[in-house]
């Protein structure tokens, strides 16, 4: 076998595929003509609406492609005539002629199938877009997804695995794709054998929920543009089984939830890191927010210690974390901080010191946080440079008393309206040698509900 060439708008599936003067038609004729390991090269009219690869039904693309041998396949120029193609005549995301592969009428779904890379094509379909296969991976890059179905019914989008499968691995990566998916609800089901990453491009239409989480699956987002997502939900935890989505590096809309419902597993979460964010009106950074059974955590510059951690751009802020009503069992369940900024060790004894208070009012002391309600556990190097140690800086376990408060912060740092009861806890450590030491808050709560508010900046004492 060999590379195979397409022209949707001139070319024969009767045609030997050998090179563009004796291209075939149909992006499938191409794929099975080149096999595993080998190169499909399409293009079409200059307007690509005019002769897509099109079916008014639905439909199965399967690539040969195998894990050691995927098959490459490009969107061409309408004027190419190299061949091999050279760079300049790969289409870009968007343009007039970008090859489109669909499927059209009502309720008719578009399957592929197979190890495969497909560069600058369209890919429509009119219900279900279905990427489910297993075992497999498919890299999609400058591409739009895009799928029209009006039918409100049913997930339009399925990433990974298969229909009743259960133990399968498949990546799933989109690179400067775009994305419209123009039905509400939940709309992109993940496999649980299956990640799925998503590396620039953008979020065309809101969607009222983006993920469906009942199948569980690993998702990564990273530089995409969600702002369209507005007052919507990126996740619906009521449903969801370990489904894991970590959003990075993205244009978010400060009014996008994280979640919707209560968790339905132990396992599940999502999480905003580095993000920025807008309303239309203000726009602001998100450092960290996440969402998961335990309980939620925010980026939030209003209850911030003076003279505590800042990002440099919006100024002060703190971590809040409000653990759920049953994260209650210390030190068995607890809410766990993203590592707060490392503190670099000379390698002798001392405290590391964190600051922290909590939402309630001061008007009662026993409104201050005991030690088994909010506690931290440090890594570092111990006594030797090639081992760690683990230290928590609380573990009582004394269930039959009430463990100590931790001390009182009279150094009289502001923290802003709404953050009161100020306290430190001291963290005693011998590194033995000199390192970073990564510090984790962890927050559960055993008497009255509250949000705890975290300064990220370590000191040491």
């Known amino acids: 076998m060999a590379d195979a060439y397409v022209d949707n708008e001139n070319g024969s599936d009767a045609n030997s595929g050998a090179d563009w003067d004796n291209a075939e038609k149909t992006d499938q004729a191409g794929m099975d003509t080149a096999g595993a390991g080998f190169d499909v090269y399409i293009k079409t009219s200059a307007t690509a609406t005019d002769n897509p690869d099109t079916a008014a039904a639905s439909r199965t693309i399967v690539s040969p492609g195998t894990i050691s041998s995927p ?26 002629d970008q090859p489109i592969l669909q499927c059209t009428g009502s309720n008719n779904d578009l399957k592929l199938d197979g ?5 600058g ?8 877009l279905d990427l489910f296969s297993l075992d497999d991976q498919q890299i999609y890059e400058d591409c739009i997804i895009v799928h029209s179905a009006t039918d409100p019914s049913g997930t339009p989008f399925l990433i990974g695995g298969a229909s009743g499968s259960s133990e399968s691995s498949e990546l799933r990566r989109f690179i400067n794709c775009d994305v419209d998916i123009s039905r509400a609800g939940s709309e992109l089901l993940i496999h649980d054998g299956c990640l799925f990453e998503w590396w620039g491009g953008t979020w065309i239409t809101a969607a009222t929920i983006m993920f469906d989480g009942s199948l569980g699956g690993r998702v990564d987002i990273v530089g995409v543009d969600l702002d369209v997502q507005g007052s919507n939900t990126f996740a619906d935890a009521s449903n969801a089984k370990g489904f894991d989505l970590l959003i990075r590096n993205c244009d978010i809309s400060l009014s996008t939830s994280l979640t919707t419902g209560t968790w339905l597993g132990r396992s599940g979460r999502v999480r905003v890191v580095n993000c920025n964010a807008s309303d239309g009106i203000s726009t602001s950074v998100i450092g960290y927010a996440e969402s998961s059974y335990a309980g939620t955590i925010d980026h939030n510059t ?5 003279g505590g951690a800042s990002d440099g751009a919006l100024g002060e802020f703190s971590i809040a974390m409000l653990p759920a009503t049953d994260i209650n069992q210390f030190p068995a369940f607890s809410l766990r901080s993203p590592n707060l900024i490392p503190v670099w060790l000379d390698g002798t004894e001392t405290n590391i010191r964190i600051h922290f208070a909590n939402s309630l009012s001061e008007s009662s002391p026993t409104n201050d946080a005991h030690e088994n309600e909010i506690y931290a556990e440090v890594l570092s190097s111990s006594t030797s440079p090639d081992t760690a140690q683990y230290v928590l800086a609380s573990n009582k376990m004394d269930h039959g ?4 408060e931790w001390p009182d912060d009279t150094s009289g740092s502001a923290w802003g309206s709404g953050a009161n009861n100020e306290q430190f806890m001291d963290i005693p450590i011998t590194p033995g040698y000199e390192g970073l030491a990564y510090v984790y808050v962890h927050c559960c709560e055993r008497a009255t509900p509250r949000t705890f508010y975290i300064d990220p900046l370590p000191v040491l004492s």
């Open 71 to 96: 098959q490459r396949i490009f969107g061409c120029k309408t004027g190419t005539t190299a061949t091999p193609p050279v760079e300049a005549d790969f289409v870009s995301k968007g343009d007039a």
């Open 115 to 119: 190890n495969f890379y497909i560069r």
């Open 121 to 128: 094509i369209k890919i429509s379909a009119s219900d279900i």
């Open 302 to 306: 209003a209850r911030k210690r003076t």
């Open 401 to 404: 008393a009430t463990p100590p």
